[in-house]
């Protein structure tokens, strides 16, 4: 069946430095995927989407990349703060469903 | 705006027993989704909602769950009876429009079944 799933289940980065977090997907029909940020005891909260017709969007110190041709989709986080500790699941969408992945916890070293 | 508002944030019961989750969602948000989380499966849409109507409950485990959704201010998820394995955090999310787009999840409701 179709799939969200990370490449990595955890992430540690220096404070100040940019992070990359990495999301392969599978159902090649999706038309909208979205990234979400869950703080412990919190539920999942929107960072950023980007529409299938789109390779990149960029927000406020976040970037989303969509490469269709081999179905990867990246998040990243530039000059990583504390603040920035969770995990980050990014999600499919076909028509109303959205499909989560595993999740990468990212951990903020001082 | 309040966000999404779920009720109880901790719950704990013995098997057997009912439970009833509640959800308030964002004002003007017409699409309504329950979500359950854990470890093991991550994140699972039980049911959508649409204009107060359900749309698809394919994720709704077994009869023991049941949803409804009596007007746009409010919805219940319903388990009964109880079983351990419903042991999970419970999201209420919402949105704008009848897609998922930019859903805004409530704190959640963590069960605990003993």
């Known amino acids: 069946g179709e799939s969200v799933g990370l490449h990595l289940p955890t992430l540690s980065v220096q404070e100040g430095d940019n992070s990359i977090i990495n999301c392969a997907y599978s159902n090649s029909a999706s038309d909208y995927f979205i990234w979400y940020k869950q703080e412990s005891g919190k539920g999942p909260q929107f960072i950023i989407d980007i529409r299938s017709n789109m390779d990149k969007r960029q927000g406020q110190r976040v970037t989303v990349l969509l490469n269709k041709t081999v179905k990867h989709l990246s998040l990243q986080i530039a000059a990583t703060q504390p603040g920035d500790s969770a995990v980050y699941f990014c999600a499919e969408s076909n028509d109303y469903k959205l499909s989560f992945g595993a999740g990468t916890t990212v951990t903020v070293r001082a | 705006d309040a966000g999404v508002i779920q009720s109880p944030r901790h719950e704990v019961t013995e098997m057997g027993q009912e439970v009833t989750l509640r959800c308030k969602p964002i004002?003007?948000?017409?699409?309504l989704f329950w979500y359950r989380q854990t470890m093991m499966r991550g994140l699972e849409l039980l049911i959508y909602?649409?204009?107060?109507?359900?749309?698809?409950d394919s994720g709704m485990p077994e009869d023991r769950f049941s949803a409804k959704m009596p007007n746009a201010s409010f919805s219940t998820l319903k388990i009964q009876p109880s079983e351990p394995r419903d042991s999970a955090v419970y999201f209420c999310a919402t949105s704008e429009g009848a897609g998922g787009t930019e859903a805004f999840f409530g704190q959640g409701t963590r069960l605990t079944v003993v």
């Open positions: 004002s003007g948000h017409n699409s």
């Open positions: 909602f649409n204009n107060n109507v359900p749309i698809d």
